[in-house]
């Protein structure tokens, strides 16, 4: 029989189908071509891309020319734009203001071909690296409420170049989504005067059925209350609001959980479209008793339909403990 579950943050319900549960081999699918146009990403062509913002490269190599192992540029095309003020304005019932805000590419690697598939710990670690700077960077900007990194890995998960990179966009208000968390997790220390996440962490540490990977500070499991087949999260064993706030011990250690737990999910799935959001506390809240960052990772395997879009209820073909015993066996 199906399942109800409630997650147990945002009060939303999901769908469990048990007796028409899926494998991995159910979801493998045809890779479309590799493009074949001259890519603005790949080292040699620094001149296709906007200016840098920064990279980490060797010594004695120049801005905006070769030499450089992760690399960060506006987006050509911004959802947001850097310059101007929001002048909040309204009309009736109507709110708006000015598109203001900053969208940023992080070039993962110069080697066209790299991705999570083929990453070392080194690498990953790098290109944390390169989100956090950016991350403190923009939120001393005060008109910028939220910041949000995250990854199209894939055409089906809206990646519009192979070559691979991840993106940052500041905005000047706390996206529903955020807000959603926000909310729940509040409501939940108010009641229980513990965090929600913190809680989910110990129960799911203590269950075990669930967990994928994990080391002294990081650990990586199937949410009980999926949306989607093999959602994974990745969240710090210690209470932290902010992804901003992360040292450099901790970097290492969530490098090694990405790298093990994306090889996983690679393997087990055949390298399939995926993307992951870093859920933080917003810019200028005061959040630090109640939320815990945390990454999601969602690969694209199931589509979303008219009855997802109407009741706001997600169908999850395969339950998280289903897929935690699938990628644990991926070796």
Same mark, same amino acid.
């Given at each position: 029989?199906?399942?109800?579950? =409630?997650?147990?943050?945002?009060?939303?319900?999901?769908?469990?189908?048990?007796?028409?549960? =899926?494998?991995?081999?159910?979801?493998?699918?045809?890779?479309?071509?590799?493009?074949?146009?001259?890519?603005?990403?790949?080292?040699?062509?620094?001149?296709?891309?906007?200016?840098?913002?920064?990279?980490?490269?060797?010594?004695?190599?120049?801005?905006?020319?070769?030499?450089?192992?992760?690399?960060?540029?506006?987006?050509?095309?911004?959802?947001?734009?850097?310059?101007?003020?929001?002048?909040?304005?309204?009309?009736?019932?109507?709110?708006?203001?000015?598109?203001?805000?900053?969208?940023?590419?992080?070039?993962?690697?110069?080697?066209?071909?790299?991705?999570? &598939?083929?990453?070392?710990?080194?690498?990953?670690?790098?290109?944390?690296?390169?989100?956090?700077?950016?991350?403190?960077?923009?939120?001393?900007?005060?008109?910028?409420?939220?910041?949000?990194?995250?990854?199209?890995?894939?055409?089906?998960?809206?990646?519009?170049?192979? &070559?691979?990179?991840?993106?940052?966009?500041?905005?000047?208000?706390?996206?529903?989504?955020?807000?959603?968390?926000?909310?729940?997790? =509040?409501?939940?220390?108010?009641?229980?005067?513990?965090?929600?996440?913190?809680?989910?962490?110990?129960?799911?540490?203590?269950?075990?059925?669930?967990?994928? &990977?994990?080391?002294?500070?990081?650990?990586?499991?199937?949410?009980?209350?999926?949306?989607?087949?093999?959602?994974?999260?990745?969240?710090?064993?210690? &209470?932290?609001?902010?992804?901003?706030d992360i040292d450099e011990a901790e970097i290492d250690g969530l490098?090694?959980?990405?790298?093990?737990?994306?090889?996983?999910?690679?393997?087990?799935?055949?390298?399939?479209?995926?993307?992951?959001?870093?859920?933080?506390?917003?810019?200028?809240?005061?959040?630090?008793?109640?939320?815990?960052?945390?990454?999601?990772?969602?690969?694209?395997?199931?589509?979303?339909?008219?009855f997802e879009w109407g009741s706001g209820f997600y169908i999850n073909p395969v339950a998280p403990e289903k897929a935690a015993q699938?990628?644990?066996?991926?070796?």
């Amino acid at each position: 029989m199906p399942q109800l579950r =409630k997650d147990p943050v945002t009060k939303r319900w999901v769908i469990i189908l048990h007796e028409q549960a =899926k494998t991995p081999e159910d979801f493998k699918t045809v890779q479309p071509p590799h493009q074949q146009i001259k890519c603005p990403f790949c080292e040699g062509n620094e001149s296709m891309s906007p200016p840098e913002v920064m990279s980490y490269r060797t010594p004695d190599t120049l801005p905006n020319n070769p030499g450089w192992a992760v690399r960060v540029v506006p987006n050509k095309f911004p959802a947001l734009q850097i310059e101007g003020d929001l002048d909040r304005t309204g009309i009736g019932v109507y709110d708006m203001m000015n598109g203001v805000g900053a969208h940023e590419v992080i070039i993962e690697s110069p080697r066209h071909e790299d991705g999570f &598939h083929n990453y070392t710990s080194e690498q990953i670690a790098r290109i944390l690296h390169a989100y956090v700077d950016r991350y403190r960077d923009l939120r001393r900007d005060r008109r910028f409420r939220y910041i949000l990194i995250f990854k199209n890995n894939g055409q089906a998960a809206g990646a519009s170049l192979d &070559h691979p990179h991840s993106q940052l966009i500041a905005t000047p208000i706390i996206p529903k989504r955020a807000m959603e968390e926000i909310d729940g997790a =509040k409501t939940y220390y108010y009641y229980k005067e513990r965090c929600v996440f913190c809680d989910i962490i110990r129960q799911e540490l203590s269950q075990g059925d669930r967990i994928v &990977h994990e080391n002294e500070q990081f650990v990586a499991f199937e949410p009980f209350a999926a949306r989607f087949p093999f959602e994974t999260w990745i969240a710090p064993k210690d &209470h932290k609001d902010s992804f901003g706030d992360i040292d450099e011990a901790e970097i290492d250690g969530l490098a090694d959980v990405m790298h093990s737990t994306l090889q996983k999910l690679i393997k087990t799935l055949d390298n399939p479209p995926f993307n992951f959001v870093i859920h933080t506390s917003p810019c200028d809240e005061h959040c630090a008793d109640y939320y815990h960052w945390h990454i999601e990772i969602l690969p694209r395997l199931s589509k979303t339909a008219g009855f997802e879009w109407g009741s706001g209820f997600y169908i999850n073909p395969v339950a998280p403990e289903k897929a935690a015993q699938f990628l644990i066996k991926s070796k």
